[in-house]
Each structure stands twice: as structure tokens, then as C-alpha cells.
């Protein structure tokens, strides 16, 4: 069988909006609700309140952000709630030039885990780091939350604002 | 212990509603492209054939999925075939109950070894059958776009 090379054809732009090569388009409604759970649910309405949460393990111990209504470690459900401090310290991190649909930006959004006090150590919650110069941001920097104002807040992980150095 | 948590009004209960933005542009490739131009400027289709497998595909393919040989032999078929399979439609792409059911069925076209998705029109639901004979009905020619719709519907024949 002989060997047959299919020609590279570049499409731009100027190709589709002069009819020079024929395509269908298709935008699918991809609208959704998530049930947010009660575990998750009560987390949101906590951050419109301005405060953070998670849940203890009775039999474990573990205290564990965000809240979840079952100890993964013990297969055992949870049924108590523990208030958290809204500080915490940088677990891991990252500089990110690329906004998630793909513009470059100058100066970087920092995407981080926050380990947060008063869960157990390595519970945290990934949310951006601001206020800080992006060369100084460590892994153990100690931060704390920025919240929205409370009119603002609509219990979303957005209420609150980025975390910045203490 | 209890997993009992009650919430105080029914706000409390949280959905998060959210939207992805999701817009797609699919562009037929060289053999697509071919096939839909022939549709929308001379109203007719055409496949292509393996000489080696002796197969003709519609739509036409620039490979054979045999032999996997280069396929450069553009043949003119016919616009008629028979309903290979079929269904009758009664809902839209949301779930919303359309008012008339629309017939989709897969036609195999005549003279080759391939065939088309796509409506079916002229007919009542209880008289389509598997090997009945259509046609395609072919929108007029100011009115073709370039793509599968500039065929409007298969019709029965005769």
C-alpha cells in the first residue's frame, strides 16, 4: 500500500466568516444545579455568615475542611460541625499566567491551598492568594482571609475575597 | 447517631447553579467538505470507492476503513435509498415534547455500502417500515448553506 501524506490545511478566522471552508456550529445549553449536600450547603452558608467550618471525626478525631459527612479514614458519618479561624498557612501554591480560558496575563493569579487553623494538619481549602508580591509567596507563609462585605456575600467560596499575608 | 440536620427555611437549602460556556465550530475536513459543496452547488451526492475492497462510501471517506488505502476516486450516487432503521421523535434536545413527532431514520443509499442520517418527511409515522424506498428532497439551491439540512428531509418514493 503506497504511503499517501493528507495536505496541512490552516484555518483562520477570515476563512470562516468568508464562507471559504463550511462548518456547523453548536452551542449546547450546559446549564446546571448541584444539589450542594448538606455538608457542602451548610459550608456555603457559613461563608455568607463570614465564618468557616468544618467537621469532626468522633472516632478519629480528625477535624476536616471542607466539612464532609463521613470520615474517609473510618468510614464512620459525622454529625458535628466545628467552627474554624479564617487564617491559615500555605500548604502549596502556584503562578499561574493563563486565565482558565486561556488569556495571558501579566502579573499572576497565585492559586494556593490553605491549610486552615483549627482543622488537622494538611486540611485545607485551594483558594487565591492576593496583597502579596508573587516572589515572596513561601509554602508555611501564614495568611488570612480577605471576606467580601457581608452585603455582598451570596455563600459562595468567592465571599470570600483571597487570602494575604499576616 | 443521627445524620439528621435540619434546615430552618427552605432557602437554606443550597443548589449551586451554574452555566458552562460551550460553543463549538466543527468544520467538515477535506472529504466533508467535498461531499457538502457537491450537495449545496449540484444537488447530488457523491461517496468514494475502494477499488481494491470494491466498497463505496457515503459520506465519503478519504480513507478505507479496510484497506486503509488512499481513497481519490469521487463517485456520483444516487439520492434514493431505503430506511435501514428508524425512530419516531417526540421530544427536542431539551426534553420539551415537540407538537408534531419527528421521524429520524438511517437511509441506506442506493448502489453503495454507506448511508445518512436524517429526517424523514411526506409520511405518516404508522407507514414508515424498514426497506421502504425514499428519496432525497433537496431544499432549492438559494436556500443551501452547506451542510446536511440542505437536504430537507427523505422522502418515500413513488
Known sequence: MKEHVYET????????Q???????????NARYAWDAGIAIGRFLQELKAGRLVGTRCANCGRVMVPPRMFCEHCFVPIDEFVPLEDTGTVITFSLCYVTWDMVRIEEPQIPAVIGIDGAS?????MHLLGEVDP?????????????KPPEEREGAITDILYFKPL | MSLMYRIQHPRDALVWEGEIPLFSRYTMGIAGERFFREIMENGRLMG???PECDLIYVPPRLYCEQCFAHLDEWVEVPSTG????YTIVHADLDG???EEPRILAFIHIDGTDGGLVHYLGEVDPDQVCIGMCVEAVFKDKAERKGGILDIAYFRPVG
Open chain 1, 135 to 147: 516572589k515572596a509567596v513561601k509554602i508555611g507563609m501564614r495568611v488570612a482571609a480577605v471576606w
Open chain 2, 48 to 50: 468514494t470507492r475502494c
Open chain 2, 82 to 85: 431505503q430506511v435501514h432503521t
Open chain 1, 9 to 16: 490545511v490552516y484555518l483562520r478566522e477570515k476563512d470562516f
Open chain 1, 121 to 125: 494538619p494538611g486540611m485545607g481549602i
Open chain 2, 96 to 98: 420539551n415534547p415537540l
Open chain 1, 18 to 28: 468568508e464562507g471559504r471552508v463550511l462548518f456547523e456550529t453548536w452551542d449546547p
